[in-house]
């Protein structure tokens, strides 16, 4: 596939556990997309967190111009992180999915597409990915008892890169009321941590009580912003992809892989170009735990896109 786009950010590490969130704006709507069906009319596309949420999100319900059903639901944005005294910060505004396939979704298929967003982001808010949806997800690299890490090659009908390479994941399924709670982030990492165990249990078919999850980092992986996880599972390799075949979610699936020491993980981000991004993403995410100097090689040599890995120290 030579249309995808060329960028993957590994926005923060382990670091980020314990983060809080506050209200964040909303995205910008380009003027190429304020004429979709899904805003309701005379709307000011006013980024303000709770403007947004009645306009874009309660009133286009209201009118049936968007869904809470099937993949047409409300959902979190990334919006931004800054840091506190060593503490993560998350901005997090509203956003849905139609929002993320006007934006985020068709960059991945056009570069053009994304070229302009980023720069009319940049030119006019100071942020690149003022334009883009960036719904927040869920992503999880899966090692063995030994430590092998297990991927995915996904089916050919998936909405998103199909037939590409991954780990289990997906849209993290929560609106923003959770802004209006007292513990706003303790309430978004236990939906975060909920979602990846209920991930592997429906494409791996492992029972939530045999796995033990550790939060990795958070990444830009273009389609949309994931919190990646590494998840220890007490049992072989071999086993786990005989259960993944008779797993709920097995039909996602066409094919697994065994990646069996840190120099394999190396090589398969390295040289495998049909990869998701938030796959690449999490699997380096883990490997910057288990082997730092392979993380690092990977990074430096990764071909099928660059790496930004940014530093929270230079973002205090």
Request: net charge negative; hydrophobic share 40%.
């Amino acid at each position: 596939m030579d249309t995808w786009v060329q960028r993957l950010a590994l926005i923060a590490g382990p670091e980020i556990a314990g983060y809080r969130v506050e209200p964040g704006p909303a995205m910008a709507v380009h003027p190429d997309v304020r004429m979709s069906p899904f805003y309701p009319p005379g709307a000011s596309f006013d980024r303000d967190c709770r403007v947004a949420r009645h306009e874009r999100l309660d009133r286009a319900l209201h009118l049936e111009l968007i869904s809470e059903a099937g993949r047409e639901d409300r959902q979190p944005r990334y919006a931004g992180i800054r840091w506190e005294g060593g503490q993560a910060v998350l901005l997090v505004g509203p956003t849905h999915f139609r929002e993320v396939r006007a934006t985020n979704a068709r960059a991945t298929r056009d570069p053009s597409w994304d070229s302009l967003l980023r720069e009319a982001g940049q030119q006019e808010f100071g942020d690149e990915g003022a334009y883009f949806s960036n719904a927040l997800a869920v992503t999880t690299a899966v090692a063995s008892e030994s430590g092998e890490a297990i991927v995915g090659r996904r089916g050919s009908t998936t909405v998103l890169y199909p037939r590409f390479w991954h780990v289990p994941g997906g849209q993290l399924e929560s609106d923003c009321r959770f802004l209006d709670l007292p513990q706003p982030g303790a309430h978004l990492a236990g939906k975060a941590a909920e979602q990846a165990a209920r991930e592997i249990e429906e494409e791996y078919g492992i029972p939530r009580e045999s796995q033990f999850s550790a939060l990795t980092g958070l990444v830009d992986g273009l389609s949309n912003v994931t919190f990646t996880y590494r998840t220890a599972v007490a049992l072989p390799a071999e086993e786990i992809l005989r259960r993944a075949g008779a797993a709920a979610d097995a039909a996602d699936h066409d094919a697994y892989r065994i990646l069996r020491t840190p120099g394999e993980v190396h090589d398969f981000v390295v040289q495998t170009r049909d990869i998701v991004p938030a796959g690449a993403g999490a699997l380096l995410s883990s490997l910057r735990l288990s082997d730092p100097e392979a993380f690092a090689s990977a990074v430096a040599r990764m071909t099928q896109y660059p790496v930004t890995v940014h530093n929270r120290d230079a973002r205090r």
